[in-house]
């Protein structure tokens, strides 16, 4: 968003209709951020709600687990709600749409790709983040 705002001054969704034939490797990123915050595998995202409802369905909690589940499904589709329509129309503006290509520069282009790709990666092999960061806490709580 911060490089659409930068490379266009839009700051409104409506104005964002066909971003994504002007502006492809920024829209590209932001469709992975959309799908992983969405849930959708094999992003990271995806990780992280199945050790949500992993933990919810092997907790004791009884109604509270799956009242938990109800809020993590309705917030997965109220993310899809609103980001999905900003993808589509960015990259589906219509027939009438002339957009010239004007992507943001490498300096923040690069840590897009970076963090795009992170979330590819960390969704397909999540185990090496995972296994990392459960020895840090492992020493932290014993």
Same mark, same amino acid.
Not at 88 to 95: C, I, N, S, V, Y
């Given at each position: 968003a911060g490089a659409i705002i /930068?490379? &266009?001054n839009y700051t409104r969704v409506?104005? @964002?209709q066909g971003i994504g034939k002007r502006m492809p490797v920024t829209m590209w990123c932001f469709a992975l951020a959309a799908l992983s915050l969405i849930g959708i595998p094999p992003l990271a995202g995806f990780v992280t709600k199945w050790h949500l409802v992993s933990a919810g369905l092997e907790a004791p909690a009884g109604p509270f687990g799956a009242a938990g589940m109800v809020v993590l499904v309705l917030s997965a589709l109220l993310t899809? *709600?609103?980001l999905l329509p900003i993808v &589509?129309?960015?990259? /589906? !503006? *219509?027939?009438d749409h002339i957009a010239e290509r004007r992507e943001v520069g490498p300096w923040m282009r690069w840590p897009m790709l970076v963090f795009a790709a992170a979330a590819v990666v960390l969704g @397909?092999? !999540?185990g090496v983040l995972t296994d990392w960061l459960g020895t840090i806490a492992g020493g932290l709580f014993t």
């Open positions: /930068f490379s &266009t409506d104005q @964002l899809a *709600g609103y &589509t129309d960015g990259f /589906f !503006p *219509g027939k @397909l092999f !999540p």
